[in-house]
């Protein structure tokens, strides 16, 4: 009870502050970081293998879901399992004795799981759901599913591994809902997203 009246009565703040905030402001090249690193392009983060979205996702134009197959139908996108990589790397020659390619065989012979580490992270009392927004506009607004994961992403398929260069606060997200959206590519009619904090609040 006590823990609710705390977040009703910092809402007032919170909204206040939400409306105020400084616009999101883009990061310069991918590879820079600004100084406040947080409106900007997010840090690179370390992974295992550095896993080059450009030549995958914009070379050889393969479907960001593809690999992230839970974008459409539930919470989570999801880091493909290393079964995926290896289904098209066993076959594949060219690249087969690369330093990556020899660590990605390595995992696998070791039968272990690539540990990934996560780029975009919201805080464990936030619920966030792909299915709905890809429902929405790549589904049912028939958009390019680049410029619709990039809405929140960027452009990963022009990145090595993917770094976040969204805010991923709470203003940016309501200032989207509070926009008007096309309901469907047949018909005129809009809506808005959810304001409510359950809606988004666990
Ligand atoms: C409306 C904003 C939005 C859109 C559109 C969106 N994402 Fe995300 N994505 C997020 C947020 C926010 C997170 C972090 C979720 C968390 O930490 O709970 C995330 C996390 C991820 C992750 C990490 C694993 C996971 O699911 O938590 C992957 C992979 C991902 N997104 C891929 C995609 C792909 C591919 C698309 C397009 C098909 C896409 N996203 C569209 C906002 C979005
Ligand atoms: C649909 C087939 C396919 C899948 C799935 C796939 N790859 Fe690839 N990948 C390729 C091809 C083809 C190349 C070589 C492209 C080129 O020559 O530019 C490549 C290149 C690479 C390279 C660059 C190698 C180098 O140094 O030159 C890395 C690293 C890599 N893949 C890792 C992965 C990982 C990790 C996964 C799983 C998450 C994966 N790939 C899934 C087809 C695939
Ligand atoms: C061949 C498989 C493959 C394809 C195709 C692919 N990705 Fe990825 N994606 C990965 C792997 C592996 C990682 C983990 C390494 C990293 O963070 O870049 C990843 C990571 C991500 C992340 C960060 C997840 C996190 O922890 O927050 C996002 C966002 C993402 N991809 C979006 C996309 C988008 C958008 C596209 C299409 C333009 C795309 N991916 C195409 C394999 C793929
Ligand atoms: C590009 C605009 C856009 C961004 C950015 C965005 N959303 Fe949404 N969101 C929408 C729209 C539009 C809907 C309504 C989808 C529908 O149901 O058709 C929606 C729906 C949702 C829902 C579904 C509610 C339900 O009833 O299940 C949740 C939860 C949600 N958004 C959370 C978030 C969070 C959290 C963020 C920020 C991390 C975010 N959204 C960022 C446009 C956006
Ligand atoms: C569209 C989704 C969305 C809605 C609606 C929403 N929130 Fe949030 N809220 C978020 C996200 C995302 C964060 C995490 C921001 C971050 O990590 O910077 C957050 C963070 C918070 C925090 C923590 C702030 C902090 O500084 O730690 C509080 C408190 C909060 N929200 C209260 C509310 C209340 C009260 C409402 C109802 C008026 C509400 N939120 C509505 C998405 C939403």
């Known amino acids: 009870m006590i823990h609710r009246l705390l977040a ?4 007032a703040f919170f909204i206040g502050n939400a409306v105020n905030a400084e616009p999101f402001v883009q990061g310069g090249p991918i590879g820079s970081q600004t100084s406040d690193g947080y409106n900007a392009l997010g840090p690179v983060v370390q992974q295992p293998i550095e896993f080059p979205h450009y030549r995958h996702a914009r070379d050889m134009g393969i479907n960001c879901m593809y690999c992230h197959t839970g974008a459409r139908r539930g ?3 999801a880091i493909p399992r290393i079964d995926k990589c290896i289904g098209c790397h066993q076959n594949i020659e060219s690249v087969r004795n690369k330093p990556r390619i020899k660590k990605l065989f390595e995992y696998w012979d070791k039968k272990e799981p690539i540990p990934w580490k996560k780029v975009n992270d919201l805080p464990d009392y936030v619920r966030f759901n792909h299915e709905r927004h890809i429902q929405r506009f790549y589904f049912r607004q028939n958009r390019p599913v680049r410029e619709v994961c990039g809405y929140c992403h960027g452009d990963v398929a022009n990145m090595t591994v993917d770094r976040r260069v969204k805010a991923l606060s709470m203003g940016w997200c309501i200032s989207c809902h509070q926009k008007d959206h096309k ?14 904090c359950w809606q988004c609040h666990k």
């Not at 309901?183 to 409510?196: A, L, R, V, Y």
């Open 75 to 77: 919470y989570v996108s």
């Open 8 to 11: 009703v009565l910092s809402l």
């Open 183 to 196: 309901e469907s590519d047949t018909n005129m009619k809009t809506s808005h997203g959810p304001g409510e």
